[in-house]
């Protein structure tokens, strides 16, 4: 079976095809994160089908403390007990690292962090975090890496991403061990390496090119979109492409707006996530095919139009902006919903948006169209 198929290019950007036990992926693809199992918002795995999810995206870390890894997989994985059938990708708790710097201690064995929830003592290493991920089921699963926080000294940033490295090779090993397992949930899970390296492009590239040695079934760029400007975003993306292997999809972690998701196809990516759509939803900040707005804006009050003109999701073919206004600032509940889910559908209409400009080859006219526009506002 071919994992990964590049199908059609244009520049640098790729229309791909991508292949696992839950099913067919097109990319370039934007993953739904649903952290805990659930997309933040009250959107239920059922609502994912509606607006055109195509992999869900959960996390090692939050499942591991609740409800815990050990009770997903007595309720047959990750798929059955929140009813979704597609592909699903588990990050590794690596980021963790990152996101809870204060409360945690980083050893060659592994990470030791106190849980966010009642401060316990949890260890969590390459071997743990494979562990985890199998019990969970899911169809792909990140290496445990360290995520370094912006700006980072060379020094640091180096014997970080050395780490990394010496990690991938024993989630490697404990990945095909896992999976070898007879009673292993899933036993195509695959497993995709992590390049690290902060802002250091010189660092970016050594690492590049040894996790590529380690024959993963696809590589990330992490640790990236925490805190350095754009234009160096871009500029590692660029500096670390030539290096990832052609046959293989490439992942930018945690990335990002609508704009960066085009110019990082541009870039050669293929493989997006980001918790935006679902945050700046809760916050009442949506996203349209004119810019972004803040539906909670006086100008609103009266407003009988949709969202947005442009969009066919069932919020806007159902619900006034003056209607979604009042609810947010009556705090109904229902506020959220409807504006993740508008969200979520404008990312996965983007997406697709991209696939189509690519299959007929006017993807350098759309980026041009649209890369600035939806760095804007209305």
């Known amino acids: 079976m071919t994992v990964f198929e590049v199908i059609r290019t244009e520049g640098k950007a790729r229309r791909g095809v991508f292949t696992c036990a839950h099913g067919t992926v097109q990319t370039p693809v934007f993953m739904n994160v649903g952290t805990q199992g659930a997309i933040k918002g009250a959107v239920s795995a ?59 201690k980083i050893k060659e064995e592994g990470v ?6 009642d401060g316990r003592r949890i260890f969590m290493g390459p071997e743990e975090s494979m562990q985890i991920q199998s019990n969970l089921g899911s169809d792909i699963a990140m290496a445990f890496d360290e995520c370094v926080e912006n700006p980072a000294t060379y020094e640091y940033a180096k014997a970080s991403c050395e780490r990394t490295l010496r990690w991938l090779e024993r989630c490697k090993a404990e990945h095909d061990r896992l999976n070898a397992l007879p009673d292993t949930i899933n036993s195509s899970q695959m497993l995709f390496g992590i390049n690290q390296g902060a802002t250091f492009e010189e660092l970016r590239v050594w690492h590049m ?48 707006t609508p704009s960066n998701i085009i110019e990082a196809v541009a870039r050669g990516v293929d493989f997006f996530d980001c918790v935006m759509p679902a945050r700046n939803a809760r916050h009442a900040k949506l996203f349209t095919w004119s810019g972004a707005l803040n539906i909670r804006n006086e100008k609103y009050k009266l407003d009988e139009r949709p969202i947005d003109p442009d969009c066919d999701c069932s919020v806007c073919r159902n619900f006034s902006r003056a209607y979604l206004r009042h609810l947010f600032v009556a705090e109904e509940m229902l506020a959220m919903r409807l504006a993740v889910l508008h969200n979520l559908y404008f990312y996965n209409k983007l997406a697709q948006r991209i696939r189509d400009a690519l299959d007929s080859g006017v993807f350098a006219a759309f980026r041009e169209e649209y890369s600035e526009k939806l760095a804007g506002r209305v």
């Open 112 to 117: 030791t962090f106190a849980s966010h929830i």
């Open 209 to 256: 090119k040894e996790i590529s040695k380690i024959d993963c079934e696809g590589y990330a760029i992490g640790g990236l979109a925490v805190g350095e400007p754009t234009q160096v975003m871009y500029d590692i993306i660029d500096a670390v492409e030539p290096h990832m292997p052609v046959d293989k999809p490439r992942y930018l972690m945690g990335v990002g």
């Open 46 to 104: 059922l609502d994912l089908k509606e607006i055109g999810c195509q992999v869900e995206l959960s996390n090692t870390y939050h499942l591991h403390l609740r409800p815990g890894d050990q009770v997903v997989r007595q309720m047959g994985g990750l798929h059955k007990f929140m009813r979704w059938d597609g592909p699903i990708l588990t990050d590794s708790g690596g980021f963790q690292v990152f996101s809870l710097s204060g409360l945690r």
